[in-house]
């Protein structure tokens, strides 16, 4: 499997750990406090949702001002999880496109090319089903694969306040801590605690 390959599997496995804590929140969960601290649980996942359709504007060649207009949007309408599948079901088959992951799109935080959108959608999906599962009591072990991609990713990153919803936070973390911990810990979350920050 090359290494592009191995992406879009992982990007699947990202994706799939989100809509699995999706399927879980019920009716009383949508104002729960997540450790976004600017959103609840339902501006959590429009914002999942509303991801799922900027990439493909991305993709596409959409310039940077008409993807912004998207963070505006209600994406979830009355089935956020059918909302949810249905467009990210759409953004994958973007990156399937004959010379998707060569092309270079207009993100807001500069050019990038479809590989590197690639890698940085699974950091979202991946990291967010975490915040989601944070936020309705549900199981919050993400993929061993996915977490060993994202710690080395994330070692490269600069998440600066445009990264808003990964603040980075270089508190001490255990030689000892798992793996998902260290990426947790070093994109902002805590983890070990029992608290939504």
Do not use: K
């Amino acid at each position: 499997m090359t290494g592009t390959a191995n992406t879009l599997v992982l990007l699947d496995i990202a994706i799939e750990e989100f809509a699995r804590r999706l399927r879980l929140v019920g009716p009383g969960d949508w104002r729960r406090p997540t450790p976004c601290t600017e959103w609840d649980v339902r501006a959590l996942v429009n914002h999942v949702v509303g991801a799922n359709v900027r990439y493909q504007l991305l993709l596409h060649g959409a310039q940077p001002d008409q993807i912004e207009a998207t963070r505006s949007v209600d994406h979830l309408g009355d089935d956020a999880l059918a909302s949810f599948v249905a467009t990210a079901g759409r953004m994958v088959a973007c990156f399937h496109e004959d010379g998707a992951l060569e092309r270079v799109a207009h993100h807001v935080i500069g050019d990038r090319t479809g590989s590197e959108l690639v890698s940085m959608r699974i950091l979202d999906a991946a990291v967010h089903a975490w915040d989601l599962a944070r936020a309705i009591g549900a199981d919050e072990t993400l993929n061993d694969d996915v977490v060993a991609f994202l710690l080395a990713y994330s070692l490269d990153l600069e998440l600066g306040p445009q990264g808003h919803a990964f603040a980075t936070t270089y508190a001490d973390v255990s030689r000892n801590a798992s793996p998902q911990d260290q990426l947790l810990h070093r994109l902002g979350r805590h983890p070990n605690t029992e608290e939504i920050r």
